[in-house]
């Protein structure tokens, strides 16, 4: 059996915390900023745990994570 490959994408996006849980950052904080308030993108810089239904699925594209 070879070795499992890991997705390279998947890998630079997610990180996962000490109980195995993952890690992402949230969207919207790239461009259009100016009609956001600052209480929306200051909200936004904080990274959020996946949510179980995804994580599952991404637990298959990053094996050894």
Request: hydrophobic share 30%; net charge positive; proline share 3%.
């Amino acid at each position: 059996m070879p070795k499992m490959k890991t997705s390279r994408a998947a890998a630079k996006r997610f990180k996962a915390t000490g109980t195995g849980k993952l890690k992402r950052n949230k969207a919207y904080k790239r461009h259009i900023l100016t009609k956001k308030t600052t209480k929306t993108k200051r909200n936004l810089r904080k990274s959020e745990v996946m949510d179980q239904s995804n994580a599952k699925v991404m637990k298959k594209i990053l094996p050894y994570l």
